[in-house]
């Protein structure tokens, strides 16, 4: 996942797969067809994002809906060559948003889907009742003994996600001069199973994790402060040394879909939803092992004065 240049998360997340610029979906920008191609990242609040928007397309306004998994720099790519119509929960990209926004005008903005991410540091809650003071990233180094794994060197863990988050995690344990070594556990999937597994032991650990996350119900973590974020701190991807920036989380249409891509384009904009409704259908995809259709369908059930205000022209 990204934030800035960072992320996210998922960021960032708080975060995929496909390489979009090298395959084209059928439907997306089909003139005059009711279809719409939404790009779902790979981090579960994503996902709950693109499974309410379809199933609202679907059932509410009859269109037909294709999804395709793309990392986060590749799906401005593609959003750009009308291969996909809509990104619903991007984390902020600043030169693709110069490129493609500004300068080419090829995308638009969607505006904000209601969701405020954020990016940081985390220990469980457990670990920070015991050792207050492991909450101050001065602090990290000593505790580095208790944090390390046979994956980290003889170094404390970092627990990352994916690789193909764009994050600043080794720059800043290299610039704040932290005895730690990032450790990628492959995917956000594989990343909670470790946190989990680590909670059930009641192991300390240390991880890079974002918000709005739904796992946060389950294993209570309390963020460690970084260096304070100041606009340009992470300018200079080499000599970041400062925390994540808190991200309103914003939507993407390609252009020419937001001209003339009708109601579909219309209830996109509208899409609007707390963290709150994220994480509740976040949970029932990742933790309930509901289908995102069965979760979109179970959200959308108990939430029609929310998203009828959407299907308004």
Known sequence: MAVVAAGVLLAATGCGAADMTKQSSPFANAKGARTVTLSVQSWVGAQANVAVA?????????????????????????????????????????????????????????????????????????????????????????????????????????????????????????????????????????????????????????????????LFQQVPMTEVKLPAYKEGCDADPKKIACAYPTTPLQKYLNADFARGGGDAAAFLKNFHWTTKDQNEVSLLIADKKLSPEAAAKEWVDGHRSTWEAWLEK
Request: aromatic content about 12%.
């Open 54 to 214: 379809q199933y609202l397309l679907e059932h509410e306004l009859g269109y037909r809906v294709d999804t395709v998994q793309v990392d986060e720099v590749p799906a401005w790519d593609a959003l750009s060559q009308g291969r996909v119509d809509a990104i619903l929960e991007d984390w902020g990209h600043p030169d693709q948003e110069q490129r493609y926004v500004k300068d080419k005008k090829t995308i638009v903005a969607g505006g904000g889907l209601g969701v405020t991410g954020h990016i940081g540091w985390f220990v469980p809650t457990y670990f920070a009742k015991q050792h207050p003071d492991v909450t101050d990233w001065k602090n990290l180094n000593k505790y580095a003994d208790q944090l390390k794994t046979a994956e980290s060197g003889g170094k404390g863990q970092l627990l990352d996600g994916s690789p193909s988050y764009v994050t600043n995690d080794k720059a800043l344990v290299d610039n704040l001069k932290l005895n730690y070594q990032v450790v990628f556990s492959g995917s956000e999937a594989a990343q909670i199973t470790q946190i989990k597994q680590f909670a059930k032991q009641k192991k300390p650990f240390l991880t890079y994790w974002y918000t709005p996350q739904w």
